[in-house]
């Protein structure tokens, strides 16, 4: 199947499981930048991806996704990703189990009919132009609880078209039909497959020459809510269009990083300021640098962090290692200066307010570095906020429990270096085939450990929520009803009053399985599926600002001196909490006509409940 990608976890007939997890194939795509009109380029071509802002100087994105990891180990670190979602992240209007058209990648008008370097000259077929680059179906290879995105299927297809400015037409040049990476390793020895076509013909040899990818798509027929949503990627990266050029030329000079930046934390890819130790820190920060040339070439590798006013504050030299050649054996860099280089500096993190630091790796390829710098460097941002975070904010894949049980529940490991209290969860759920998992219910729950497994539920919301849809990048902030006071290990999680598929944004690129818990029967199960759920906790009263959950109009509270007045509309019982989660104030309003006032409370933000509606927040100065 393409959008589910299901997991027995027993070795037991379908039949006797009562539940499963499932992903289904979903990513968050990025804003196309509009342009005014259109810029013509002339050769070389040369885009892989590595920086989404020179990428839109070169191409029409239409809804193709620039990115970073969509994919496992491109030629260079990026890519463009193709598949069935609009530039706005929902699936195209025309999505049915029919084929449909996707997404299409189109470059920038070309000087295809002369060559200005090192002087003006006429181009024509005789002058050897290839186009080239590498692509790789979705679904990732390997164990199949490690794959990422999701297969296009064989009468699903790859397309490249070329653009007759003469004849004002479109000719296909080049079509592949749908396939797993594996199948393409088992025939072809490579993941990754390299295309060169070259220019034939007098017509395309023109001013205003372009070239296009698209995709065709189609979904499956699965009739479980909430599952149907984003199929049949395809990556695209390193496109070469020139003259001079030979069959098979597959070479460049060109040292790159592959896999984006790592975090500096060992378990995360974020945390609250007030929770950090130097002990969070990893001790190794791996990185993974290609030689793409046919010869080993001598590289220096290096990082630096700053702070977040941009100021250095650290600098690491990992000096000159030879780098193998990719080709010959599939071979990166394993020399440990450069692959591994040790973090040996304890961030100076303010535990008062959030903090940032910055870590920018560098390559270069001898003294004066190769022809393609813009793959050399790669960076991230450590934030100290006020929120965990496993992954980093790009969801590969969607998480679901396929079960037929609808008390399904679901939970990720959390564990406090320092008292804290619980206030918000930052959530981010897929959009789907009609927001089909928009009316599933579910409470927002916290569980005590018992023994590496969620234990005793601590809290649980009174009213039931929905998967909302902000935004790109954009969580959805869920404030408690209550705040909660935690210390240790807490389970922060779902617990779902259907057996729809929820549909939660999943991170493939950073394995957080061992801290995944769900629970359909009697006992709580551990993930086996490689990845992080998009499930951030967030502690301290800033995370209850700016809240992001509708809420109702049943009552209002306002300030009055340093008293807080309830207005509610029908009679019902009144709390209000403080940020320990102590209830200060507990009675039942008598109408739309009765105010409920209570006892002066000290300076601080309160949470105030009446009756089923949901908590809102107020501060005494």
Request: hydrophobic fraction near 35%; charged fraction near 15%.
């Amino acid at each position: 199947m393409k959008q589910l990608l299901s997991i027995l976890l027993l070795l037991l007939p379908a039949a006797w499981l009562p539940a499963q997890e499932a992903l289904s194939s979903l990513r968050r795509p990025e804003a196309a930048a509009q342009k005014d009109g259109d810029m013509t380029l002339s050769l070389p071509f040369f885009d892989d991806f590595s920086n989404t802002r020179q990428s839109l100087l070169y191409w029409h994105p239409g809804g193709t996704f620039f990115n970073q990891g969509y994919a496992p180990l491109p030629p260079t670190i990026g890519m463009a990703t193709l598949d069935a979602f609009k530039a706005d992240g929902t699936l195209y209007p025309t999505a049915t189990g029919q084929l449909f058209t996707g997404d299409t990648l189109t470059s920038m008008p070309l000087r295809l009919d002369s060559v200005f370097q090192p002087y003006t000259r006429p181009l024509s077929p005789s002058d050897s132009v290839y186009l080239s680059f590498f692509y790789l179906p979705g679904g990732g290879y390997g164990n199949m609880w490690e794959r990422s995105g999701d297969p296009p299927e064989s009468q699903d297809s790859l397309i490249l078209e070329f653009f007759n400015p003469i004849l004002n037409d479109w000719a296909r040049v080049w079509v592949t039909p749908g396939t797993h990476p594996d199948s393409l390793h088992a025939r072809t020895g490579s993941y990754w497959q390299f295309v060169e076509i070259p220019l034939l013909d007098d017509r395309f040899f023109q001013p205003g020459f372009q070239f296009r990818f698209c995709n065709l798509c189609s979904l499956d027929n699965i009739n479980k809510n909430g599952i149907l949503s984003n199929a049949d990627q395809w990556n695209i990266d390193y496109v070469y269009l020139n003259h001079g050029r030979h069959h098979r030329d597959t070479a460049a000079r060109d040292v790159a990083f592959v896999n984006p930046a790592p975090s500096m934390l060992k378990h995360y890819q974020a945390m609250p300021a007030r929770q950090f130790t130097p002990a969070d820190l990893t001790d190794t920060l791996p990185v993974t640098i290609t030689n793409r040339f046919t010869q080993e070439l001598a590289t220096v590798y290096g990082y630096r962090i700053y702070d977040r006013l941009h100021q250095l504050m650290h600098s690491y030299d990992g000096g000159y290692e030879n780098t193998p050649v990719y080709w010959r054996a599939h071979s990166y860099q394993t020399s440990p200066a450069h692959a591994r280089p040790p973090l040996n500096y304890t961030l100076p993190v303010s535990h008062d307010s959030p903090d940032a630091f910055y870590i920018s790796h560098y390559l270069r390829e001898g003294v004066s570095g190769d022809p393609y710098p813009q793959n050399d460097t790669i960076s991230f941002t450590q934030t100290f906020d006020n929120y965990y975070a496993y992954d980093d904010g790009t969801p590969e894949n969607g998480y679901g429990i396929t079960s037929t049980n609808p008390a399904v529940r679901l939970a990720c490991r959390f564990t406090l270096n320092t008292e804290d209290t619980l206030t918000a969860l930052y959530l981010y759920f897929n959009h789907t085939l009609a927001d089909q998992n928009s009316s599933i219910r579910f409470y927002i729950t916290v569980w005590d450990d018992a023994d590496g497994h969620p234990g005793n539920i601590i809290y649980q919301d009174c009213d039931r929520r929905r998967p909302l849809f902000k935004g790109f990048n954009q969580y959805v902030r869920y404030v408690l009803d209550q705040p909660l006071v935690c210390n240790g290990t807490i389970y922060i999680g779902l617990e779902q009053t259907t057996a729809d598929y929820i549909n939660l944004g999943f991170d493939r690129n950073n394995n957080a399985s061992q801290h995944i818990f769900y629970l359909t029967g009697s006992e709580w199960q551990t993930s086996i599926l490689r990845g992080a759920l998009m499930l951030r906790p967030a502690f301290g009263h800033r995370a209850t600002l700016s809240i992001d959950t509708p809420h109702a109009d049943s009552f209002t509270v306002a300030l009055q001196g340093d008293r807080l007045v309830i207005h509610s509309d029908t009679p019902a019982p009144a709390s209000v909490y403080n940020l320990k989660g102590q209830k200060v104030y507990e009675n039942r309003t008598q109408g739309a006509a009765t105010h409920c006032t209570t006892q002066p409370l000290p300076a601080g933000l309160y949470l105030v409940r009446v009756g089923n509606a949901p908590a809102r927040k107020i501060i005494i100065p």
